[in-house]
DNA sequence: TACAGTATAAACATAC
DNA sequence: AGTATGTTTATACTGT
């Protein structure tokens, strides 16, 4: 299971890094062949695409896990369908809904799952020593080993992840930490298999590609001495968990005949057992048989529960956190607070902490549990007109009301720097930004010392600064050229070194008329995206459709409708993919004249320089603007669709470059400037 | 329904 | 000839 799992996320990677080549010559008709232009993107697999991989192996960790415990927990009557359907969210999906902190989160507490299995193990093993192995010797201390090393490997990929979370990217990673990251990357492990680690029960061949998948170029069969680092952490080495007096025993007899809980799909569903039962009777021999009350069953059981508690407290926190996002999407930023009226979450209203009346209205509330949220709270507020929600807050129902009314002043609000290491998601993570090519691409030139970049500098900014787009070149080159050539925004100025492409900041503002809230275009767009993924069929995509499709806001719309927020879809989504957005850039490093020289006429919410307000978090700006600073136009092109200059909401310092040339090639996502919108 | 914005695909042209 | 770059057209999708 390890095996396969790692297997099919080094299957995918590699297929990112070496799409930009392989994917040159099958596509991109006439306009594209993208061979090798992508210097920093071929051949080698570089540190990041490995760290892709470990949050894409964690997130699948997660997801089992979750999943796992999800059929663990499972009521009597619970369909296939019921229980598939949590499978339809993919690791990358999870990465959109989750936060970095939440998926952090989620790895804190797999691992701390996992650890309490162990000092269960190790407790219960104290405590009756001599109790029955239920396993033969040689056999079980190499599961037990498997499964320390297991653990450890899970801290260590853990520690990784949070590091990359953290990292901003200032440190590269060297390329040997990224190898043995790759080692230490769990394969998807599910917990089924760490059941079967404390039960001791799996079969050879499991305990086989347990340590194959555990690495430790040893067979299983050679215990101690293959598994040198779980003697070095320290972790006693013991027989067999064993059990307690009580055995919450749910034996056949007293189960319904035609259904039980740990039967479904034909097999076992006791925790660690898979085996498989054509019918209830057999299935009732086999649990008599394989799961009776014994120390087994009884150190099982209770690891279960422990596990269930740690689902609960974790339900908790996110309800808690869910409540406080809630309350406060509930105000406007002016609006004096209505605070009175939480949104009420039928399945987790018990959990959720009402608490919300602490806090002081109008202002961002700290997350109480100890992750951080995502998005930034101050989005909310302008993201969702109170008055809206408000009327539907109250309704378990689906609220559905007109809403969705994007306030102007928006985009003047600030978007909460500490969500800047989002950046470093996108780089690593393979996930869409929410942005539009045209706006990354402006991003990119304006991002330049020069604020101006070759076609291949835009090409590798691309992929340097998306893990996104380190796959299926051919296509989305192809739409960068596209667009550079459809949007008379971008210029093409011949340069000594050739020809480089500049911004008209003029003509990039005209693209959007007044009132386009940028809602509609991040919401087209989005869900264009999800419904049509640059993928080419048949080219490596099949990975991606499992572990690399994301979230779209669709589905979080979705999502949303089935919790009876119907109300919030487009804000909601538009808020996801904002604060997505905001991520990109990191703290501005501005000098102060070109701050002032720099101000936009507008910010679209929807692009990458809305995040600026990093700079003038009051979102106040001048209208004065200077264009030629950006751009000297060569051509004038056909822009499909011009909108005259208009009294558009000044809002953001959009345009802030440096006005201090800087190596662009040594500049990377932690310079990154804030210029404006990305979608 | 029309429209605008966007993405994607592809054909074609040009320069090196 | 092959490739990179650039232009243009067509189509599909979304939200307004």
């Known amino acids: 299971m ?18 930009v080549s392989s994917l040159s010559s099958q596509s991109d008709g006439g306009g594209g062949r993208e061979g090798g232009s992508n210097g920093d993107t071929n051949g080698e697999i570089s540190p990041v695409d490995l760290l892709h991989l470990q949050q894409q192996q964690a997130l699948q960790a997660a997801r089992q896990f979750l999943l796992q415990q999800a059929s663990g927990l499972n009521s009597p009557g619970k369909s296939k369908s019921e229980m598939s359907a949590p499978q339809m969210i993919t690791p990358q999906q999870m990465q959109q809904i989750l936060s970095p902190p939440q998926l952090q989160a989620l790895l804190q507490q797999q691992q701390a799952l996992m650890l309490q299995q ?26 037990q080993l498997a499964f320390q090393q297991q653990l450890i490997q899970m801290q260590q990929l853990q520690q990784q992840h949070i590091l990359n979370l953290q990292r901003q990217g200032l440190v590269p990673l060297q390329p040997t930490a990224a190898m043995q990251s790759l080692q230490q990357a769990m394969c998807p492990s599910d917990l089924q298999q760490l059941w079967k680690e404390v039960s001791g029960v799996p079969s050879s061949e499991e305990a086989l590609k347990q340590a ?16 040198p680092k779980a003697a070095s952490a320290h972790i006693p080495l013991h027989s067999m968990p064993n059990g307690q007096s009580h055995t919450p025993k749910r034996d056949s007899h007293e189960e319904h005949a035609s259904s039980h809980p740990l039967y479904g799909h034909g097999e076992c569903k006791w925790p660690g057992c898979e085996a498989l039962c054509e019918d209830m009777g057999q299935f009732i021999k086999h649990l008599n048989n394989e799961h009776a009350l014994d120390d087994r069953s009884t150190a099982q059981c209770r690891v279960q529960m422990q596990v269930v508690q740690q689902l609960e407290i974790q339900l908790a926190k996110e309800s808690e956190r869910l409540q406080a996002m809630m309350t406060h999407l509930h105000m406007r930023p002016s ?76 985009y003047c609000t600030p978007i909460a720097s500490e969500l800047a290491q989002n950046c470093e998601f996108y780089k690593n993570a393979d996930v869409r930004p929410p942005f539009t ?61 050739g020809a480089v492409w500049t911004v008209d900041e003029v003509e990039y503002q005209k693209r959007r008329p007044p009132k386009m809230t940028g809602e509609k275009n991040l919401l087209a767009y989005v869900n264009r995206c999800s419904l049509q993924p640059p993928e080419k069929p048949g080219i490596i995509t099949h990975t991606h459709t499992h572990t690399h499709s994301h979230l779209s806001p669709t589905l979080v719309k979705n999502m949303i409708s089935g ?95 440096h006005s201090l040339p800087l190596p662009s090639d040594e500049r990377d996502l932690e310079e990154d400037l804030p210029t404006e919108e990305l979608e």
């Open 563 to 657: 919790l009876g927020f119907g109300s919030l879809n487009a804000s909601y989504q538009a808020a996801l993919a904002e604060s997505s957005l905001s991520l990109l850039n990191s703290p501005p490093l501005v000098t102060p004249t070109s701050a002032a020289s720099l101000n936009m006429l507008h910010v679209g919410h929807d692009d990458v320089s809305s995040t600026v307000e990093q700079v003038n978090s009051n979102g106040s700006c001048s209208p004065t603007l200077s264009p030629q600073q950006y751009s000297h136009p060569v051509h004038v092109k056909e822009e499909p669709t011009e909108l005259e200059e208009d009294s558009r909401p000044v809002s953001l310092l959009a345009g802030v470059t």
């Open 118 to 143: 162990v000092q269960h193990t190790h407790t219960h093993t104290r405590t009756h020593p001599l109790l029955l192995d239920p396993v033969p010797g040689w056999h079980l201390s190499s599961k």
């Open 212 to 227: 194959e998948g555990l690495d430790l170029s040893t067979n299983s069969s050679n215990s101690t001495s293959a598994f």
């Open 2 to 19: 390890m095996v396969e799992s790692a297997s099919e996320t080094i299957r995918t990677t590699p297929s990112n890094q070496n799409g």
């Open 437 to 497: 090519y045209a706006s990354l691409i402006r991003h990119a030139i304006l991002e330049s010392p020069e604020r101006q970049l070759t076609l291949n500098e835009i090409y590798n900014w691309f992929t340097r600064k998306f893990a996104y787009f380190r796959r299926n070149t051919a296509t989305w080159k192809n739409a960068v050229r596209h667009n550079l050539s459809l949007h008379k925004c971008f210029v093409r100025v011949e340069n000594v070194k």
């Open 335 to 410: 609006e004096p607070k209505p605070f009175n009226q939480p949104l009420n979450l039928a399945s987790s209203g018990s959990l959720l902490k009402r608490d919300s009346e602490a806090y002081p209205e109008g202002l961002p509330h700290p997350p109480t549990s100890a992750a951080t949220p995502i998005t930034p709270l101050r989005q909310g507020p302008s993201v969702i007109s109170s008055s809206s929600l408000h009327t539907h807050s109250h309704s378990h129902t689906h609220a559905v009301g007109p809403i969705r009314r994007r306030n102007s002043d928006k």
